[in-house]
Nanobody
Framework: QVQLVESGGGLVQAGDSLRLSCAASGRIFSSFAMEWFRQAPGKEREFVAGIRWSEGTTFYADSVKGRFTISRDNAKNTVDLQMNSLKPEDTAVYYC?????????????????WGKGTLVTVTV
């Protein structure tokens, strides 16, 4: 079993930066991929960014490319999401997810484990 706990959410203004962190515990294997998703009020959960745990290869949604950076620390079993130049449309609950498929995925249906989420609110 894998447990994921997100932290770092908060209230910021447009243009600010915020760093989210996901602490993973349990049976995390080097073959896992890790992803961040978000869900805005009244909308479906959507993919934000992903990283292949062993290779470190990253992939992003077009809406955040160039502004967000995902990274991981294998020794600490953490995955971070650095968010720069935040916009009001980035407001959402952000979820960390673990994917046993090493290639990773942008589909919510492909995720095997989820955290409970952390709220990010961006004001104008």
């Amino acid at each position: 079993q894998v447990q994921l706990v997100e932290s770092g959410g908060g209230l910021v203004q447009a243009g600010d930066s915020l760093r989210l962190s996901c602490a993973a515990s349990g049976r995390i294997f080097s073959s896992f991929a890790m992803e961040w998703f978000r869900q805005a009020p009244g909308k479906e959960r959507e993919f934000v960014a992903g990283i292949r745990w062993s290779e470190g290869t990253t992939f992003y949604a077009d809406s955040v490319k160039g502004r967000f950076t995902i990274s991981r620390d294998n020794a600490k079993n953490t995955v971070d999401l650095q968010m720069n130049s935040l916009k009001p449309e980035d407001t959402a609950v952000y979820y960390c997810a673990a994917d046993r498929n090493s290639r990773g995925s942008s589909s919510t249906r492909a995720m095997d484990y989820w955290g409970k989420g952390t709220l990010v609110t961006v004001t104008v």
